[in-house]
């Protein structure tokens, strides 16, 4: 069953810790992505990445990091330096820039809530 | 990065067609159109894409005029589970520059 999973679904972290949330897909995509979303308003870029080690900012880069050590696998780390982390977080996959359209595939989402 | 402007919110009711109409004045040659519908709390999903005049395919049809400055996506006899926000985006299908979602149309079907 192909599609891109995101763990966890839900997720609660105190003020000052760092959270690392998973994205993997095995559609064999080479570019991923990570949107931030809050409430009522469209997705906003944090980073992208078009190919294995290789990875760009987004609109909203600052307190965020990732990594991009395998294909299949794009974690995206909050760090305590993300003001207001609190949102949903969404990961996506598209093929590689020779091959076609660039639509994305997302995944369900991560609900990051900071207490 | 051409940036796109849609209605915030429309109301239909079920059984008719409805028709989302995006401006992007600024499109570039080489961008395409592309259309994603998301529920709550689900990642958005793909609908339709286009490059000028008017694609379809089983779920909606696209209009696109031929100065490209707008377009319009089309739901036919849409149902209830079709109330969902929809967001156009316009980029470079070849360098996939396609990353400004807006903050969208709100579609609520009514009964």
């Known amino acids: 069953d192909g599609g891109i999973t995101q763990s966890p679904k839900y997720l609660f972290r105190k003020e000052g810790q760092n959270v690392t949330l998973s994205c993997e897909q095995n559609?064999?995509?080479?570019?991923m992505y990570w949107y931030r979303q809050d409430p009522g308003q469209g997705l906003r870029l944090i980073y992208y990445s078009q190919i294995v080690n290789d990875f760009q900012k987004g609109d909203i880069a600052e307190g965020y990091s990732v990594s991009r050590e395998k294909k299949e696998s794009f974690p995206l780390t909050v760090t305590s330096a993300q003001k207001n982390p609190t949102a949903f977080y969404l990961c996506?996959?598209?093929?590689?820039?020779?091959?076609?359209?660039?639509?994305?595939?997302f995944g369900p989402g991560t609900r990051l809530t900071v207490l | 990065l051409a940036k796109t402007t849609q209605p915030i919110s429309m109301d239909s009711y079920e059984g008719q067609e409805v028709n989302i109409t995006c401006s992007h004045n600024n499109i570039a040659t080489n961008d395409y159109i592309t259309w994603y519908q998301q529920f709550p709390s689900q990642g958005p999903r793909f609908i339709i894409q286009g490059y000028k005049t008017k694609v379809t395919n089983e779920v909606a049809s696209l209009f696109i005029p031929a100065d490209r400055k707008s377009s319009t996506l089309s739901l036919p006899r849409v149902s209830l589970s079709d109330t969902a926000v929809y967001y156009c985006?316009?980029?470079?299908?070849?360098?996939?520059?396609?990353?400004?979602f807006g903050t969208g149309t709100s579609l609520t079907v009514i009964p």
């Open positions: 985006l316009v980029g470079d299908a070849r360098t996939g520059n396609q990353f400004y």
């Open positions: 559609l064999n995509h080479d570019a």
């Open positions: 996506a996959s598209s093929i590689g820039r020779e091959r076609g359209s660039r639509t994305q595939y």
